[in-house]
């Protein structure tokens, strides 16, 4: 059932339709406040109940309980936001998935984690927690990987806004959906939202079209909208090309920190290794060995070499109708058909780019 869109009658109206239906006399500024909560009081218990409540049993129950009639009205409507959405819990697993020695993991854990989770703490020491950040650095380096860890690590929701979500009713209905899915989601208790590929929606104005600096126009209109709410709501933008950001987004005051997410170090390797190989039937594993020869792998690079090797031993195993135990030969193997991601010049020009807009 559809929540009916009604315009507010007049106060005295409000006052004597209230006065009708629970004989409750209000001064008429405050019957106009309380009437559009009744309405959304009668539309719940409908729902509810799965038949038309009628005002007077609505009225008469949200005077009755008001307080807990509106948290009611508010955390059944979250519901359907969170589903319209596509909300996702993570467990707080993923984030022992990151090495310890990858430089991100320490930062966001000193400056986003501990000031989020440390509430009282943070407000002693006049702390503000971050609500804004972008993740920058070369493709496959883990920056969605980060975002979900700090979400389950949060315990709280995570939301990926599409581009499928905003492109849904045409390039020039972006901006205005992108004002829609950002109204519903500030309306959230806790929550991570996530957009990737953020260059797409807030690249510079300088040469873009009257489309592409509206919806740039509009996402500079958003942010300080989401830092001003008093919510668990963390916004987090992933970009591979920091430099074609519009320098608006990228100056303080917008976005609370700018954090490089690069190549993984040979620990980092190593712990995503472990955690793939243990889902894996293996024997005699020389990690170390595997560790040196993923040199320039990024997370994805790892994962699809792990997909390649569960497969390559689905198929052994199936033709030859006998256990089959992958070995350092078969991951030695499938690394040989791989080609890093990273190359040293993408190396270089994150370690600028590092230089030029990290800030935390």
């Not at 239906?21 to 409908?46: C, F, N, R, V, Y």
Request: aromatic share 8%; charged share 25%.
């Amino acid at each position: 059932m559809l929540e009916p869109l009604q315009k507010t009658p007049s106060a005295q109206v409000c006052a004597q339709k209230i006065f009708e239906i629970s004989g409750t006399q209000l001064e008429p500024d405050a019957a106009a406040a309380l009437w559009p909560k009744i309405l959304k009081h009668k539309w719940l218990m409908s729902e509810k109940h799965g038949r038309d409540v009628g005002l007077r049993a609505a009225g008469i129950d949200f005077l009755e309980h008001m307080d807990q009639a509106v948290k009611e009205y508010r955390d059944y409507r979250r519901k359907d936001v969170l589903i319209e959405l596509g909300a996702q819990a993570f467990g707080k697993e993923i984030w022992d998935t990151i090495s310890d020695s990858q430089p991100p993991k320490q930062l966001v854990q000193r400056r986003i984690i501990l000031p989020l989770i440390e509430g009282d703490l943070s407000k002693k020491h006049g702390v503000i927690p971050p609500k804004t950040i972008i993740f920058f650095g070369p493709p496959g380096t883990g920056k969605t990987h980060f975002v979900k860890a700090i979400a389950g690590v949060l315990s709280w929701w995570y939301i990926e806004i599409l581009p499928s979500m905003l492109m849904a009713d045409g390039i020039e209905k972006f901006g205005a959906n992108l004002h829609a899915i950002m109204e519903k989601a500030r309306t959230l208790e806790d929550a991570v939202i996530f957009i990737d590929e953020f260059d797409e929606i807030a690249g510079s104005r300088d040469d873009a079209t009257m489309v592409d600096k509206s919806i740039t126009n509009e996402f500079l209109k958003q942010v300080p909208l989401l830092k001003n709410k008093g919510n668990k709501i963390l916004l987090v933008c992933a970009t591979n090309y920091i430099r074609q950001l519009d320098a608006a987004l990228l100056r303080p005051g917008r976005f609370d920190c700018i954090i490089p997410v690069g190549d993984l170090d040979e620990d980092g390797r190593k712990t995503i290794l472990e955690y793939y190989i243990c889902r894996l039937n293996t024997k005699g594993i020389d990690l170390d060995r595997i560790v040196h020869m993923t040199s320039r792998f990024t997370p994805a690079d790892i994962e699809y070499l792990f997909q390649q090797v569960a497969q390559f031993a689905f198929e052994e195993e199936y033709a030859g109708k006998h256990d089959y135990t992958v070995t350092t030969d078969t991951f030695l193997q499938m690394i040989a058909r791989i080609r890093p991601s990273l190359t040293e010049g993408m190396i270089e020009d994150f370690q600028k780019d590092s230089a030029a807009y990290a800030r935390a």
